[in-house]
């Protein structure tokens, strides 16, 4: 079990699956809240909740990952394909390319 708004809990949780696989091929960022309501009637606390979890939580995960998936082979066969993708998308360019 992960608590993807917990940085420790993250980093743990993909240590633990890299270990445990010895790679990691492909990360799905499903963990997901939704609190519905009129606008007005949110609350600044349930929209940073949303924030952290669909937000934050995913980019933890992606930080997390992305430097294991970049030492193993697929990462390296496929990167053309990625930066094709980022040539296209102008704003990607630089995450991409790290």
């Not at 937000?55 to 053309?80: D, F, Q």
């Not at 704003?91 to 390319?97: D, E, K, P």
Request: hydrophobic share 40%; aromatic share 10%; charged share 25%.
């Amino acid at each position: 079990m992960c608590d993807v708004i917990d940085e420790e809990s993250v980093k743990e949780a993909v240590r633990l699956t890299a270990e445990h696989f010895g790679k990691i091929d492909i990360l799905i960022n499903s963990a997901g809240i939704n609190i519905r309501g009129a606008i007005e009637n949110l609350s600044v606390k349930d929209f940073n909740a949303v924030q952290q979890v669909n937000v934050t939580g995913s980019w933890l995960a992606c930080r997390e990952v992305v430097p294991i998936m970049k030492k193993e082979w697929l990462w390296k066969n496929y990167k053309h394909r990625l930066n094709a993708f980022c040539y296209s998308h102008p704003r990607t360019y630089t995450l991409c390319n790290q």
